[in-house]
C-alpha cells in the first residue's frame, strides 16, 4: 500500500562524491587555471581542497590570495567554475550507482529530498539539469551563495531543511566529504557517510552514523530506521 501521509523526515543530499562524480571535472578545472594563470598547485592541496567553498580553499590551501583579496578570490573562483562548466558540458555526466533508485524510492515513501552544497547554484543546475535529477529535487538545492558560512559551518544543511519544511533532527546528510559530516553533526543532524571520495578508515571516528561505499546499501527503509533510533 502506498504511504498517503508524507513523512515526518527529510534526506538532504550533497552533491559530488555523493549524487554525482564530478571529481575529474573539478580537479582538470583547477589544474587548468593555475596553468594558465601560472599558479603553484599540488595534488594535495586539491584533495585537501575538496567539499570546500572557493573563498576558503583558494586562500588558505591553495595560498592564491590572501584572505583579505575578495575580489581577487571572487576572479579566480569564477574563472575555475567556468572551466569546470565547460568540462561537464563536453563530457556529460552521470548520477552515481543507486542514486535514482533512492531518489525514486524517497520520492514514493513521500519524503522530501533536498541539497546542500558548497558549489554554486549555477554549477547544481547545470549538474541537475545533464543528469535528469533536476525532477525529483526541483527548487530544493542550496548553493554557495545561500549562505554565508560554508562547510564545516551547518549553515548550508540547515537552510537545506528548511526549504523541505524538516527539523534538523528528522534529518539525514548524506556526504562524502569529512568537512561534510562535521557540518552535518554541527547542524545537529544523522549522518551518512559514502566513501566515493576518502577512504572507509577515515570515517570511523568522524561520528558518522553509517558508513557505506555506495547509495546502492541505502534504502528509504534504512533511513527511517536510523532516523527513529
Known amino acids: 500500500m502506498p504511504n498517503h501521509s508524507p513523512s515526518p523526515y527529510g534526506v ?31 595534488k594535495a592541496q586539491f584533495k585537501k581542497s575538496f567539499g570546500m567553498r572557493n573563498e576558503m580553499c583558494i586562500p588558505h590551501v591553495f595560498g592564491w590570495a590572501t584572505k583579505e583579496e575578495e575580489d581577487k578570490i571572487a576572479k579566480l573562483g569564477d574563472e575555475k567554475e567556468e572551466l569546470y562548466r565547460t568540462l561537464l558540458a563536453e563530457g556529460g555526466l552521470s548520477p552515481l550507482p543507486g542514486v535514482v533508485a533512492l531518489v525514486s524510492g524517497l520520492a514514493a515513501a513521500e519524503m522530501p529530498i533536498s541539497l546542500g552544497s558548497s558549489t554554486s547554484r ?10 535528469g535529477l533536476d525532477r525529483f529535487f526541483e527548487s530544493n538545492y542550496t548553493g554557495a551563495e545561500d549562505v554565508s558560512r ?3 559551518a551547518p549553515d548550508v544543511f540547515l537552510e537545506a531543511a528548511r526549504k523541505i519544511d524538516r527539523s534538523p533532527d528528522d534529518c539525514v546528510v548524506i556526504e562524502d566529504a569529512h568537512v561534510g559530516v562535521e557540518a552535518a553533526l554541527a547542524a545537529g543532524m544523522k549522518v551518512i557517510a559514502v566513501t566515493t571520495t576518502h577512504p572507509r578508515d577515515t570515517f570511523t571516528d568522524s561520528g558518522a552514523d553509517l558508513i557505506v561505499d555506495s547509495l546502492e546499501e541505502v534504502s528509504p527503509g534504512k533511513i527511517v530506521n536510523l532516523l527513529s533510533l
Open 122 to 131: 549555477k554549477n547544481i543546475e547545470v549538474c541537475f539539469k545533464t543528469t
Open 150 to 152: 560554508g562547510k564545516p
Open 12 to 42: 538532504v543530499f550533497d552533491l559530488d562524491g555523493v549524487i554525482i562524480d564530478s571529481h575529474d571535472q573539478h580537479e582538470r578545472s583547477w589544474f587548468q587555471l593555475a596553468e594558465k594563470l601560472g599558479l603553484p598547485l599540488t
